[in-house]
């Protein structure tokens, strides 16, 4: 037995049909970070860290300076914030200046200012 194969023609072919717009392009959701009552933005414990360090190696006087970890508090201290500068590791190479110092302590004191810790806990890089 023999199939006969269909010939082609614009009779037999349709057209794509064109599929409906989906509307104006859809903004995906942006997470709000989640904060505090007092404005504060949560943060673990790596990524307070890693601003620190960043915003610390951003200041050339700081240069072997390093903020390796700390030990966090569950309770908030006279400003609310629920971490102290007292609660770092701080880790230097070399000698540093005072100076230095003093541009750490403007560093962790916009930290603070910006974030409390998501779950205080012993924390060493």
């Known amino acids: 037995m023999i199939i006969p194969v269909p010939t082609i023609t614009s009779r037999n072919i349709r057209p794509r049909r064109r599929t ?15 904060t505090t009552v007092t404005g504060r933005e ?9 601003f620190i360090n960043h915003e610390v190696q ?7 300076m390093k903020v390796r970890g700390g030990v966090w508090s569950l ?23 005072a100076g230095a110092f003093e541009e750490l302590r403007k560093v962790i004191g916009l930290a603070r200012e910006r974030y409390d810790v998501l779950a205080p806990e012993a924390y060493l890089l």
Do not use: F, H, M
Not at 42 to 50: G, M, P, Q, R, Y
Not at 85 to 96: C, D, K
């Open 42 to 50: 949560i943060v673990s414990t790596a990524k307070l860290l890693a």
């Open 75 to 97: 309770d908030p201290y006279a400003d609310e914030c629920n971490w102290s500068e007292t609660s770092l590791v701080v880790q230097v190479a070399g000698v540093i200046s």
């Open 58 to 64: 951003a200041r050339p006087e700081c240069a072997g």
């Open 20 to 34: 409906a717009s989906l509307g104006p392009a859809v903004e995906p959701v942006q997470e709000q970070p989640e």
